[in-house]
């Protein structure tokens, strides 16, 4: 599994094109030419463009599921509402779709953040205050998140 480096900026032009950034293409080398998909994120207002390998990864947990048990099919079928595959053209762009650029709120300024085995796709003055920390408060609430979800883990 491939865990991805690095933030990038780039513009959506009116078709819901952008460029694919040079440094992501590196670090993915082969895997760029099987394509990606794209996806609503749960958790944040932006979405998540997964490589193929990282796609199979990420659907065999949604496979394990007993869709028989009613919160399971209702879970996955919002999970996989809006997903789309997308391939870079011969300009190396992907393509946004109309409804997944309305659910992340994109606008013409977008950000690309790796996160882990995926690439956060957010609209460029909502990721500036998602990550910002405008209060020592803010501050500390990601220290005790950090503490609470990282402080379990043995060190050694």
């Not at 749960?42 to 947990?61: H, P, Q, V």
């Not at 099919?73 to 011969?90: H, W």
């Amino acid at each position: 599994m491939i865990n991805l480096i690095g933030q990038a900026e780039s513009k959506l032009d009116t078709k819901g094109r952008f460029l694919f950034p040079a440094k992501y293409k590196g670090q993915l080398k082969e895997l760029v030419n099987e394509g990606f998909v794209l996806k609503r994120s749960i958790y944040k207002k932006c979405l998540e463009l997964f490589t193929m390998e990282g796609w199979k990864s990420e659907s065999a947990i949604l496979n394990k599921l007993n869709l028989f048990k009613r919160k399971n099919a209702i879970f996955v079928t919002k999970f996989m509402a809006g997903v789309r595959l997308v391939e870079l053209d011969n300009a190396g762009r992907l393509l946004v779709s109309k409804d997944l650029m309305q659910y992340g709120g994109l606008s013409k300024n977008i950000v690309l953040t790796s996160v882990k085995n995926k690439i956060e796709i957010w609209d460029k003055e909502a990721y500036e205050i998602f990550v910002a920390f405008e209060t020592e408060q803010e501050q500390e609430d990601l220290a005790n998140l950090a503490e609470e979800v990282l402080g379990n883990f043995d060190n050694e």
